[in-house]
């Protein structure tokens, strides 16, 4: 078996580290330790860790129920478990778990689980029973680091595109319409139509779903990244708002050299700017 | 009319607000046996156990239709997974070819309909695949998406189950296969919820039996290791929900008495919860959606004309009875349950995170969900439903015949383990 400190995650990328940049955008959140946990029944263990946003945390369980079935749990202020608890991190959490699923709903596989995502207040205590003998093998535990790794990076990507869009939404009407009126406030009440423009006059759906459906859809982190690329290409042509270059800033990448420069073809444009 | 000494196929104790009362009422002039029955019904509900192979009393006479008759054993059996689930897809091909039937698989996403799925996109032409079509629903996207976006959407015709029971396929033509008996051929999701919650039963036990039974937690599934070995869990187990402290007891020594006096060896902890769905559940697995979960067309007609159970052939039955305890139904732990499926559906889809991290998630309930059953008087709902007789018809738990015949038996029904 793996000692601890064998099983560490070898940290090559950035969305395996700690990140300032989202300690800038949630300062309450600086020192605090990881609250909320996203567990696997099926590897018995603890994939991620997150101390800023639960709900972020859920939405990126949202995105991997294409591979796995994931509960997310949120760590009580106080319990039993509370000398244990403040050591995981997305380092060590596989080598934690919790000793039975009788007070969750849905961590049990059988009868009353489900394969969406759901969070709960954590209602157990937690122990450490190492890493999980069922992938000790090289085969499944390559594919176990493999999805531990492309988690923590669809985590690192939902933070950047909602704090991307949510602090520079100030000029995309089309987008804010998409992901909050449209479909909420007026369902029913108009057709295509009355389609809202963008800058760029394309009429497709808002980024935010785009690249939810691509961690969704994707098997790795690569295939993923590229499927992202080509989605900011047909979402945001000249990022006047800086909403695609803060995503990738926040993901802790460099914005790729073929979005810096990228401009769509004119015939592209439906409805060029100069209309308006 | 049934009759005090008719015999019945299937029968249910079940503890819906429906029949609640029903069966406390039934508990006052139930003799030792009966009161049992009913506290078992409250730790396993719906309690429908029927024995297909060795003893196993039951306050009624009871018989089992040939159709879901457990085969002899054949220790000779060597036929692979893969190589009987080509051959069921295989069979089905024939019917196509030479009596141009059409099939509707009632598809989860989960490992059993997902098996029978590759199965069919596997061993059928294209042109046969056309007489094929997959009831779903929303579910069924959500549980498996890679095999919806690959291998369903766009490739083969999809009806919504949400709307087409199996009336409605069947008056349309289908011959509904359902993969309802999957947990009989692999073991049971009440194992899984013992092992996922190993330390939660044995919490209360003495500190002597605790300490055995922590050293033995990794052997479940070790034919090595003896069930009796795990015998307090096990009762822990049956007394989970009942306020009758010795149901558990009861229980052991009751399917003890089973599995000495059937003729298939049952070593493991895993084998012993296998045993129990592929011999006491196997009549309840086979017929619940035609009992439950259907209204207008006959019992009799359904199952033996039209409903497929894709796992109800001899050769499964065969596999499952002769590879206990060696990976293929389980490893150990729960994402390695119905490993065998798993490594078949692989083979075609090549999704590694279905092959290495996919639960058993339960969707028996679903076609209930969905049953259109406003138009029957309440006393012919699916909750007012007992069972059938042995001639398919269903049994009613208002019917007065039924009830004179349930207190009469019940009444004189002591424990005989």
């Given at each position: 078996m793996p000692t601890e400190q064998q099983s560490k995650i070898k940290v090559t990328n950035p969305w395996e580290e700690d990140s300032n940049i989202l300690d800038h955008y949630y300062p309450s959140c600086t020192d605090k330790k990881n609250n909320y946990i996203l567990f696997s029944a099926a590897i018995d263990r603890f994939l991620i860790v997150e101390k800023y946003n639960p709900f972020i945390l859920l939405e990126t369980a949202h995105v991997l129920s294409s591979k796995i079935a994931p509960v997310v749990y949120v760590l009580p202020k106080e319990g039993i478990w509370k000398e244990c608890w403040p050591v995981i991190d997305n380092k060590n959490c596989l080598l934690f778990s919790i000793p039975h699923k009788k007070n969750s709903v849905k961590a049990t596989s059988g009868i009353d689980a489900r394969q969406h995502a759901v969070i709960e207040i954590l209602n157990t205590k937690i122990y450490k029973p190492g890493w999980p003998t069922h992938f000790l093998q090289n085969k499944e535990k390559t594919i176990l680091l493999k999805l531990q790794e492309y988690s923590l990076f669809c985590l690192r990507v939902m933070h950047a595109i909602n704090l991307s869009l949510s602090f520079n939404d100030m000029y995309e009407e089309k987008d804010i319409n998409e992901r909050y009126y449209l479909e909420n406030f007026f369902h029913g009440l108009?057709?295509?139509?009355?389609r809202p423009f963008s800058k760029d006059g394309l009429n497709k759906k808002s980024i935010l779903i785009l690249i939810k459906k691509i961690l969704y859809d994707s098997f790795s982190i690569e295939e993923a990244l590229s499927a992202i690329i080509e989605a900011w290409k047909q979402q945001s042509v000249e990022d006047l708002t800086d909403r695609r270059k803060d995503f990738f800033n926040i993901i802790g990448i460099k914005q790729p050299k073929e979005l810096e420069n990228f401009t769509l073809p004119l015939e592209k444009h439906i409805r060029p700017d100069w209309a308006f | 009319m049934l009759k005090l000494n008719d015999k019945l196929y299937i029968s249910s104790i079940n503890y819906v607000p429906y029949q609640k009362n029903f069966w406390q009422k039934i508990r006052d002039v139930s003799k030792s046996g009966g009161k049992f029955m009913i506290d078992l019904g409250l730790n396993y509900n719906p309690q429908r156990f029927v024995s297909r192979n060795g003893e196993w009393s039951l306050p009624w006479p009871q018989e089992i239709p040939k159709v879901f008759e457990m085969p002899a054993l054949n220790k000779k059996f060597n036929k692979s997974f893969a190589e009987v689930t080509d051959n069921r897809a295989k069979e089905l091909a024939k019917l196509i070819k030479s009596k141009n039937y059409k099939f509707a698989v009632m598809y989860s996403g989960g490992l059993d309909s997902t098996t029978a799925m590759a199965a069919l996109i596997k061993n059928l032409s294209k042109e046969e695949l056309k007489n094929v079509v997959v009831c779903a629903d929303t579910g069924s996207m959500i549980e498996n998406p890679v095999f919806w976006k690959k291998f369903i959407w766009g490739k083969i015709n999809v009806l919504d189950s949400a709307t087409h029971q199996y009336d409605d396929l069947i008056e349309k033509g289908y011959h509904p296969i359902t993969t309802d008996e999957g947990d009989g051929i692999f073991g049971s999701a009440a194992f899984l919820d013992l092992f996922q919650n190993y330390y939660y039963y044995i919490k209360e036990l003495s500190g002597t039996a605790k300490r055995h039974l922590i050293n033995l937690k990794n052997k479940t599934t070790d034919g090595d290791t003896h069930y009796s070995e795990y015998k307090d869990l096990i009762i822990k187990h049956w007394n989970r929900k009942t306020p009758t402290k010795n149901v558990g007891e009861h229980w052991y020594s009751k399917f003890e008495k089973n599995i000495k006096t059937s003729n298939i060896p049952i070593n493991s902890l895993h084998d012993y919860y296998w045993w129990m769905l592929f011999n006491l559940k196997w009549m309840s697995l086979t017929t619940r959606t035609a009992t439950w979960s259907n209204n207008r067309i006959h019992c009799k007609k359904l199952i033996e004309h039209w409903l497929i159970n894709w796992f109800n052939s001899k050769d499964y039955q065969q596999w499952s009875m002769t590879n206990n305890n060696n990976g293929e139904k389980i490893k150990l732990e729960m994402n390695s349950y119905k490993m065998a499926a798993k490594k078949y559906i692989y083979e075609l889809d090549k999704n590694e995170y279905y092959l290495y991290f996919k639960l058993k998630v339960g969707s028996s309930n679903v076609l209930l969900k969905y049953q259109k059953f406003d138009h029957l008087p309440l006393e012919q709902n699916p909750n007012a439903r007992f069972g059938l007789d042995n001639k398919f018809n269903r049994l009613y738990i208002d019917q007065p015949d039924v009830q004179e015949y349930i207190r009469y038996h019940m009444s004189n029904y002591e424990i005989d383990w």
């Open positions: 108009y057709d295509n139509r009355f | -």
